[in-house]
């Protein structure tokens, strides 16, 4: 009898494990962006960064004021200030800084980024489930001590913890998803994980602020790291007990071994280097936004509260930009093949570019109705770029190039954001934000643009002779899966093999596998 309910409801167990990654990756990503929503409250406990002159905008509003708080420099300056004898500008840490560039980027991204290589690595060896559920523990622990920290050093030192964690989510779990979804869902499938990015930095924003304004057992900021810390505990929980590793699918196989790929050759084809400097620059993008977003409202706007419009737009509008995204993609490269992935990707970045620039050069209610609109094309690409990654790769190191890639896309797209402070000090925060925010979409538009021409567009229909199923391959070539990036002969199975026969790198899989997709 359990057997048969088990049977029964085995149908849900694809979406459950979706459900479970995208839950543990937005956990790790709440942890990973809280600290740009808390970092005011974090310096001014923990003494780093900057200071400067503030309004206390509990007590009026800024078109009441006679001068605005931020014209002053000087501390003293700061402190004459007032309307009918009342204070209202106060000099304390805004939580901006070089100290807090270094805190919200390098001190994460660098290690991050070498774990994710070598993670990727491994994923390509050992079970992905259980190096999965150590990385969920280790950056959910990582959280939780982070609420407990007393030095500025600690706080650094344990974002590294938690990137070294984090750092295997999406080559693990991206590997593990190609597995058990179809290529028909694969983008949105991507998609909708990689969202785990936005939506835990969107509910950053009221956990960040609302939370921290409670002071619950007087603790403050540090009540958002404990929260966030055991909920990724729960999700290494149900990581390690509730899932299994799945089959890997074979890559044009025979009996006799494996193909053997040679990396560098992967990594160096014209089009993933496109696609990876592309990447980098898009995603410097939305980090200089998303470490700047909230402390550049409060600057600029300090007696509007935008925390519960921030976070409607990340997660809602975001949120349909990321399934919209995906779906496009994949219904147009059934028809386009492999390039018309990339060009959903440069048409979404520049429809939303000019939007960007007006989200940060516009007054509050058209600042957040222009960043609505740009959010819900510029969220589109994550699932986009790693849908068309693992179909430009063969398979054998598919979640080695994934490291790889996410490697030199966080290293660029991670640390460029420090630039904002010494841009700031020449030209003003509001146009360095702006030129790294919404230029750098303007930037990756015609990168995506270049890289859409090295890619393969639709391929016609191959005849049905070859030594493997012929509904599988034509619904193979109708799905515009490529996968066949390596045309030497040494690099590819014996023409003799059971594996060639001008099949090249592609998916081989069962037919009572297919159905079961």
Same mark, same amino acid.
């Given at each position: 009898?359990q057997?048969?309910?088990?049977e029964k409801?085995?149908?849900l167990?694809?979406p459950?494990?979706?459900?479970v990654?995208?839950?543990g ?9 809280l600290i740009?929503v ?5 310096a001014i406990?923990?003494d780093?960064g900057?200071?400067a ?8 509003l ?5 001068a605005q708080?931020?014209e002053?420099i000087?501390?003293?300056?700061c402190?004459q200030?007032?309307?009918n004898?009342?204070v209202?500008?106060e000099?304390?840490?805004n939580g ?8 919200a980027g390098p001190?994460?991204?660098?290690v ?5 290589v070598?993670?990727g690595?491994a994923?390509d060896?050992y079970?992905?489930?259980?190096m ?15 609420g407990?920290v ?11 913890v ?10 693990l779990?991206?590997?593990?998803m ?7 869902k694969?983008? +949105?499938? @991507?998609?909708i994980?990689?969202w785990?990015?936005? /939506? !835990?930095y969107?509910i #950053?924003?009221?956990?960040?602020r =609302?939370i921290?304004?409670?002071?619950i ?9 404990y ?12 990581t390690g ?6 089959e ?6 025979d ?5 053997k790929?040679n990396?560098?050759k992967?990594?160096m084809?014209?089009?993933?280097? +496109?696609l @990876?400097?592309?990447a980098?620059?898009?995603?410097? /993008? !939305?980090?200089t936004? #998303?470490y700047?977003?909230?402390l =550049? ?5 300090p007696?509007?509260d935008l ?6 737009v ?9 399934v919209?995204?995906?779906i496009?993609?994949d219904?147009?490269?059934a028809k386009?093949?492999?390039?018309s992935?990339?060009a ?8 939303a570019t ?17 960043l !609505?609109i740009s959010?819900f094309f510029?969220?589109m ?9 693992v ?5 054998q190191?598919r ?8 490697f030199?896309?966080?290293n660029?797209?991670?640390n460029?954001?420090?630039?904002v402070d ?13 030129f790294f925010y ?5 930037i990756s ?6 890289t859409m ?10 005849p ?6 012929p ?14 990036t ?7 199975p014996?023409p003799?093999s059971n594996?060639a ?17």
């Amino acid at each position: 009898m359990q057997s048969t309910m088990m049977e029964k409801l085995s149908f849900l167990y694809k979406p459950y494990v979706l459900a479970v990654l995208t839950i543990g990756y937005i956990a790790g990503e709440l942890g990973h962006y809280l600290i740009g929503v808390t970092s005011k409250a974090t310096a001014i406990e923990l003494d780093y960064g900057d200071q400067a002159c503030q309004q206390n905008h509990t007590d009026f509003l800024r078109h009441e004021l006679p001068a605005q708080c931020a014209e002053f420099i000087i501390e003293h300056e700061c402190h004459q200030q007032h309307i009918n004898g009342t204070v209202y500008c106060e000099w304390n840490y805004n939580g901006l800084g070089l100290e807090y560039q270094l805190l919200a980027g390098p001190s994460f991204i660098a290690v991050f980024t070498v774990m994710g290589v070598v993670l990727g690595v491994a994923a390509d060896r050992y079970n992905r489930v259980r190096m999965l559920f150590v990385c969920t523990l280790v950056f959910a622990i990582a959280i939780l001590f982070q609420g407990t920290v007393k030095e500025y050093w600690h706080l650094i030192l344990l974002r590294m913890v938690m990137a070294a964690g984090e750092a295997g989510c999406n080559p693990l779990a991206t590997g593990i998803m190609s597995d058990i979804f179809p290529e028909s869902k694969r983008a +949105l499938v @991507m998609a909708i994980f990689n969202w785990g990015i936005y /939506g !835990g930095y969107g509910i #950053a924003f009221p956990v960040g602020r =609302y939370i921290t304004k409670l002071d619950i057992g007087g603790l403050g900021w540090r009540v958002c790291y404990y929260g966030t810390g055991v909920l990724a505990l729960i999700m290494a929980v149900l990581t390690g007990t509730t899932l299994r590793e799945p089959e890997r699918q074979s890559i044009g196989e025979d009996a006799a071994g494996k193909a053997k790929v040679n990396l560098w050759k992967v990594l160096m084809q014209p089009r993933v280097l +496109l696609l @990876m400097f592309a990447a980098s620059i898009r995603h410097s /993008g !939305g980090m200089t936004f #998303a470490y700047n977003a909230d402390l =550049y409202y409060n600057i600029y706007f300090p007696d509007v509260d935008l925390g519960w419009w921030l976070f409607a737009v990340t997660i809602g509008i975001g949120s349909i930009g990321v399934v919209v995204g995906g779906i496009v993609s994949d219904k147009f490269v059934a028809k386009m093949g492999i390039r018309s992935r990339v060009a959903c990707l440069a048409v979404s970045q520049l429809l939303a570019t000019p939007f960007a620039f007006g989200s940060v050069y516009f007054e509050p209610l058209w600042a957040m109705i222009t960043l !609505g609109i740009s959010y819900f094309f510029a969220e589109m690409w994550f699932g986009i770029v790693f849908a068309v990654l693992v179909e430009i790769v063969p398979l054998q190191v598919r979640s080695t190039t994934i490291g790889v890639f996410l490697f030199v896309m966080n290293n660029i797209g991670g640390n460029l954001p420090i630039l904002v402070d010494p841009l700031a000090k020449a030209i003003g925060y509001r146009g360095s934000v702006m030129f790294f925010y919404a230029g750098f979409y303007g930037i990756s538009t015609l990168l995506f643009f270049i890289t859409m021409f090295f890619m393969d567009g639709p391929k016609p229909d191959a005849p049905a002779t070859i030594g493997h199923d012929p509904t599988s391959h034509a619904n193979h070539v109708e799905m515009g899966h490529e996968n066949n990036t390596f045309q030497p002969d040494d690099y590819l199975p014996s023409p003799h093999s059971n594996g060639a026969n001008g099949h090249r790198n592609i998916v081989s899989v069962r037919p009572s596998e297919s159905s079961r997709l």
